[in-house]
């Protein structure tokens, strides 16, 4: 069984600051992970994944993120926010031998200029 | 990188009439696709997954009779809303993955989605 939570419906943060949006997960054995981003009216694009290696994954747009298997944690990063980041980010976990990845409902991303 | 392309964006029809959205792989091989719904501010809704070839497999609670989706090649599955009501209007989405076996710790790849408006 596989599940992933997104404990924040939405996330403030000023522009210039870092941000965190927050992802944890529950799997039977390892997971893979990812992050997504939605823009408004479009489809969701991938940001970065964590497979197996170092525990900080590097994406795109300047976006990183940290598993943390003790708690079991896959937090999205960023140094400095920006205001075109505001975005819905999902948080996604797949289980070996799965190939249907569990979705987080989403976290609203936005970013005060 | 991979490229889903998904038609129409936007729909506006009558109650009854039937819809069909298109899903395309452009340049690789979708063994698997996925139709998701997705709610205003909402997260996604699995509707069902389909294998090329196979019949798609339905999460419960998805009308397969209302929900249509046809997976004849490689590169194109197709979701038909049939006889289409007002609680149909939704944010449709299809992804391509990498389905069973190796490589299925790979991304989706989605589409642009459907904006589908019932009046």
């Known amino acids: 069984a596989q599940s992933v939570a997104q404990p924040e419906d939405q996330v403030n943060v000023a522009e210039g600051n870092p941000l965190t949006v927050k992802c944890t997960y529950s799997?039977?054995?390892?997971?893979?992970l990812f992050w997504y981003v939605q823009y408004p009216n479009r489809g969701l694009q991938f940001l970065l994944k964590y497979i197996t290696g170092d525990n900080l994954v590097k994406g795109s747009y300047g976006f990183e993120a940290e598993f943390n298997k003790s708690q079991t944690s896959f937090h999205l990063k960023k140094p400095s926010a920006l205001v075109s980041d505001s975005a819905l980010y999902f948080c996604a976990v797949l289980s070996g031998g799965s190939y249907i990845p569990t979705f987080g409902r989403g976290t609203s991303l936005i970013v005060h200029p | 990188g991979a490229v889903v392309s998904q038609h129409p964006s936007r729909v506006i029809c009558k109650s009854g009439t039937s819809v069909k959205i298109e899903c395309r792989s452009l340049d690789f091989q979708a063994t698997t696709m996925f139709w998701y719904r997705q709610f205003p501010k909402k997260s996604l809704m699995l509707m069902a997954t389909s294998n090329e070839g196979s019949k798609a497999t339905y999460e419960q609670g998805v009308e397969k009779d209302k929900f249509l989706i046809n997976h004849a090649s490689l590169t194109l599955s197709t979701l038909t809303v049939t006889s289409a009501h007002p609680e149909d209007s939704s944010f449709y989405i299809c992804?391509?993955?990498?389905?069973?076996?190796?490589?299925?710790?790979?991304?989706?790849?989605f589409g642009d989605g459907t904006r589908l408006s019932i009046l």
């Open positions: 799997v039977s054995g390892n997971p893979y």
């Open positions: 992804s391509a993955g990498p389905g069973r076996g190796a490589g299925s710790n790979q991304p989706q790849h």
